[in-house]
């Protein structure tokens, strides 16, 4: 079975400072990776999603990018955060048979 | 209007009760549907999974889909407090990867 490894748990950043947020996944080859944004009290709003090594697909323009750099790793990063970039990040594979979507723990992010 | 709409709660129901949550979407393409249950601070968990439409049932779940009428439903049969948590539907068209699509969430709380 697959699993999903995200860190850190919490993190505190200064505004303007930068992002790095790393998800690696074992238990599957090619898998399609996904980084979702949590903001309180709300849903899951997609940011991005990678079907393979190098490639990255965005839903929503923002401060932040994501790349691809190995076939089980995506990382998730931000040159200058920034107060709005807050929220709880989650990383999460689809399993391609199933259709199912599999979450890692999350990171909680405040900047302040 | 919004592709997936969520109850939004909060619920609170006495131990022991049976709990309805609800959900309704606008994409008729939509042929995949989950229900992921969170607490607080983690990241969901993966509770029902079904694509196709009547009723699926897992111990005290069921999970209710009426494709005719956009509309799913999650049952909890003999809540316990530990199902207190937030729980979302999910929903794609399984051709397309990317496009899981979360609602809002509802919170429950079962009160011993």
């Known amino acids: 079975s697959q699993t999903i490894h995200q860190w850190p748990a919490t993190l505190v950043q200064p505004v303007g400072s930068p992002l790095s947020l790393e998800c690696t996944v074992e238990g599957t080859s090619n898998p399609n990776l996904y980084w979702y944004r949590q903001a309180a009290g709300r849903g899951l709003q997609l940011l991005f999603y990678?079907?393979?090594?190098?490639?990255i697909s965005s839903e929503v323009p923002q401060n932040l990018s994501a790349s691809r750099p190995q076939d089980r790793q995506f990382i998730l990063s931000s040159k200058k955060l920034l107060l709005s970039d807050s929220g709880f990040y989650l990383c999460?594979?689809?399993?391609?048979?199933?259709?199912?979507?599999?979450f890692g723990s999350g990171t909680q992010l405040s900047v302040l | 209007q919004k592709e997936v709409e969520q109850d939004p709660g909060p619920l609170s129901v006495p131990e022991g009760a049976i709990v309805s949550l609800n959900c309704t979407y606008s994409?008729?393409?939509?042929?995949?549907f989950m229900w992921y249950r969170q607490y607080s601070r983690k990241g969901p968990e993966l509770l029902m999974y079904?694509?196709?439409?009547g009723n699926k049932e897992d111990g005290r779940f069921t999970a209710q889909v009426d494709k005719s009428s956009k509309y799913i439903s999650l049952f909890i049969r003999d809540s316990q407090p530990s199902d207190s948590a937030t729980y979302l539907c999910a929903m794609s068209e399984g051709t397309s990867y990317d496009k899981v699509i979360f609602g809002p969430g509802t919170s429950l709380s079962v009160i011993p």
């Open positions: 999460a594979q689809l399993d391609r048979e199933s259709e199912k979507l599999f």
């Open positions: 990678s079907v393979g090594i190098g490639q």
């Open positions: 079904t694509y196709s439409s």
């Open positions: 994409n008729s393409a939509f042929q995949y």
